[in-house]
């Protein structure tokens, strides 16, 4: 959502500091800054390959955008770091890119030969582990808590059922090829049965929720006043969480709310890009200093 984003996040036209807490393939950062020169960036992401993005466009940035590789709930010690206090706007486009969703080797999508879901190699935590040493309880909880999966208990005790026989579930596809064997069959439902299972574990896997948690907790900290925190997430316990943080703002009088209702893609956009069909825009403005 490239002209939506730039309509709500830029709310002076002479320049100013914002941060790109999800640079990606750097999409948002690179129109920014084709429609305002004069502003500078720092962006955030903890996946090496985005770093590899920057460091491939690194002289079109100039001296426009700082890159941090790490994880944006660090946002306030980064900036502190590179002598920031105050910016003019954050954003924060949740989830995983569709570079990572595409990229078979990490383990993203349905039919991969991997189970890994890490976005950032560093750290140890992966799906195969998840999936293959956590007790059948917490497994239902992780697929119910973090997939809204009514039918995690099912699922779960599938799971163990097959680690019983001895066997390790060592990819994506055979994890799927599991999930679909349990799940009822509905015929109203398109999208595919482990949908909802790899949502869990993506999230589970990559802390998700709690990341988004303190960055929000943080974002009134930095912004200057009538700065703006422009937020998309992909799937309602994202949307409930800013939407609960915006209102929690709004009544303690550190925001002004601009989105009363959510933005969504527009039909060229999802026409263009099908993920785009799940987006949920929030934006709201810093009240004071
Ligand atoms: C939907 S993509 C962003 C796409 C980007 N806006 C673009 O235009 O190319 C989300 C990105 O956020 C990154 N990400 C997710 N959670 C993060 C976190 N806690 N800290 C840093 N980066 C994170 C992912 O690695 C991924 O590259």
Same mark, same amino acid.
């Given at each position: ?35 305002? =020169?004069?502003?500078? *960036? ?6 090496? /390959? ?5 460091? #491939?466009? %690194?002289? &079109? ?103 019983? =026989?001895?066997?390790? *579930? ?6 799927? /090829? ?5 799940? #009822?069959? %509905?015929? &109203? ?101």
């Amino acid at each position: 959502m490239p002209s939506e984003v730039f309509q709500y996040l830029i709310n002076s036209f002479n320049g100013g500091l914002y941060v790109d807490c999800t640079f990606g393939g750097g999409g948002h950062t690179k129109y920014l800054l084709n429609k305002l =020169k004069s502003i500078r *960036i720092v962006a955030f992401d903890w996946d090496e /390959s985005s770093s590899t993005v920057f460091l #491939k466009d %690194r002289d &079109k940035f100039k001296d426009s955008v700082i890159f941090v590789r790490d994880n944006f709930k660090n946002i306030m010690k980064n900036l502190l770091a590179v002598n920031v206090n105050k910016v003019d706007g954050i954003l924060v486009d949740l989830g995983a890119s569709s570079e990572q969703f595409n990229d078979l080797e990490r383990g993203f999508s349905f039919n991969s030969d991997v189970l890994d879901m890490r976005m950032d190699k560093r750290s140890n935590l992966t799906a195969k582990e998840v999936i293959n040493s956590y007790s059948r309880e917490d497994l239902a909880n992780i697929f119910y808590n973090y997939g809204e999966e009514y039918e995690s208990r099912r699922i779960a005790a599938a799971i163990f059922s097959y680690r019983n =026989k001895g066997k390790v *579930i060592n990819s994506a596809s055979e994890l799927q /090829s599991i999930v679909c064997s349990v799940k #009822k069959y %509905r015929k &109203k439902i398109k999208i595919n049965p482990a949908t909802k299972v790899f949502q869990a574990l993506r999230i589970f896997v990559n802390n998700e929720l709690e990341n988004l948690k303190i960055l929000l907790s943080e974002a009134p900290k930095l912004l200057s006043s009538r700065g703006r925190i422009v937020v998309i997430s992909f799937h309602s316990l994202e949307d409930r969480i800013v939407k609960q943080n915006f209102k929690h703002n709004f009544n303690c009088g550190v925001y002004k709310i601009i989105t009363k209702k959510v933005i969504v893609a527009s039909h060229k956009e999802i026409k263009m890009n099908f993920r785009s069909r799940s987006a949920k825009m929030r934006v709201a403005e810093k009240i004071g200093a």
